[in-house]
Each structure stands twice: as structure tokens, then as C-alpha cells.
């Protein structure tokens, strides 16, 4: 029998069964690259209360306002006073390129009563903002 021989001669050239797992493994890495998202994440853990809307916004807010279960408040990841929103929401505003599509998303926590949620939208009011949002996540049915 000539099995022996046969693999023998196969031993040399080994490196030709890696140039396809190879391929199929670079073939996944621009898979998960492409159909990946990498977004930032929020500064303070957040549950967003449930909602049975499932419309999503079109663009990205131009200001992002995260409110956590013990009151904190993150404008564009800057923890600050809500009495200094107004000012910083104003200061955004007037230096954006495209005032017509300025929009806020406020992203609270689902546990916060709405009380505690008024000051905030008050100061965006003051600043003279009518395009805010109030992030959800959407209500999954239990099977």
C-alpha cells in the first residue's frame, strides 16, 4: 500500500489547509464589523421607562440629557446643577449650524416619578426648546 507515501508528500505543503480557515476568519471579522454597532454609553446606568411606540428619531439628539434614579443629571456627559441647563442648553442652540432641526432627547430613569423629571423640562422650556424627546425602550410581550 502507498497510504504512507501519500501523506508523506502532504506533510511539506501543511501551510495550504490555513489559507481557507484564514480567509473564513477575516470573512467574519468584516462581518461583525459591518453589521456591529459600537455606541457610547451613558455615564450613569439608566432604565428607561416601557412604551408601546416603537417610532425611533431619524437623527441623533443634538443634546442628550441622562437623569439617574438618584437624581443626577448628565447634559452631553457633563454632570451639572439643573439650575445651569438653561444656560448650556441656550449656549448649544445658538451655536448649531442648523437651529431648525436642534432637538433634546431626555433619557430618565423608569423609576423616577415625573416631580422629580418637571425641573428638568422647565429649564428646557426656558431656554426656548419645543423639539424634546423622552427616551423609551420598547414593552416586550411575555410569551
Not at 431648525?100 to 416631580?115: C, H, M, N, R, Y
Request: proline residues 8%; negative net charge; aromatic residues 6%.
Amino acid at each position: 500500500m502507498n497510504i504512507g507515501e501519500k501523506y508523506a508528500a502532504r506533510k511539506a505543503g501543511d501551510d495550504d489547509n490555513m489559507v481557507p480557515l484564514i480567509n473564513i476568519v477575516f470573512l467574519m471579522l468584516v462581518f461583525f464589523m459591518v453589521a456591529g454597532q459600537i455606541r457610547k454609553a451613558d455615564p450613569i446606568p439608566v432604565v428607561p421607562p416601557h412604551s408601546i411606540n416603537d417610532t425611533r428619531a431619524a437623527s441623533d439628539p443634538n443634546v442628550e440629557i441622562v437623569v439617574g434614579v438618584d437624581e443626577s443629571l448628565y447634559i452631553d456627559d457633563i454632570e451639572m446643577p439643573v439650575e445651569d441647563a438653561q444656560d448650556y442648553l441656550e449656549q448649544a442652540f445658538s451655536s448649531d449650524p442648523n437651529p431648525t432641526s436642534f432637538w433634546v432627547q431626555v433619557k430618565a430613569d423608569g423609576d423616577i416619578p415625573l416631580e422629580k423629571l418637571r425641573p428638568i423640562f422647565d429649564q428646557i422650556r426656558l431656554a426656548g426648546l419645543t423639539k424634546v424627546s423622552l427616551a423609551t425602550q420598547l414593552e416586550r410581550e411575555t410569551p
